[in-house]
């Protein structure tokens, strides 16, 4: 069966981090493009990083850069998005998903198709 499963999420203050992790099983993530995206209420769903695994080629957007870092671990089969310097705005549910015909970053993350795992809540508040 396949599946993304996310973890990781929770509350944290601003300027705190976390750590996501999507871990997949019942396939591997080797030439797949990978993508964490968030959702917050009432606001359209935003690709929030994107990476290529055969090339690890990457992307973020405008929002995130220089403060969130994508990752992958293929002996673990997981991808990771590491949080620092969080800010309420960033306050979202976070979804990742896998696509194995998306043909760059910016694809994936501005057009997302593929599978997708159940989400996690990251909430930033003091």
């Known amino acids: 069966q396949v599946q993304l499963v996310e973890s990781g999420g929770g509350l944290v203050q601003p300027g705190g981090s976390l750590r996501l992790s999507c871990a997949a099983s019942?396939?591997?993530?080797?030439?797949?493009?990978i993508g964490w995206f968030r959702q917050a209420p009432g606001k359209e769903r935003e690709g929030v990083s994107c990476i290529m695994t055969s090339d690890n080629s990457t992307y973020y957007a405008d929002s995130v850069k220089g403060r969130f870092t994508i990752s992958t671990d293929n002996a673990k089969n997981t991808v990771y998005l590491q949080m620092n310097s969080l800010k309420p705005e960033d306050t979202a549910v976070y979804y990742c998903?896998?696509?194995?015909?998306?043909?760059?970053?910016?694809?994936?993350?501005?057009?997302?198709?593929?599978?997708w795992g159940q989400g996690t809540q990251v909430t930033v508040s003091s």
């Open positions: 019942g396939f591997t993530l080797d030439y797949y493009a």
């Open positions: 998903a896998a696509d194995f015909w998306a043909a760059t970053v910016q694809t994936m993350c501005v057009m997302p198709g593929g599978f």
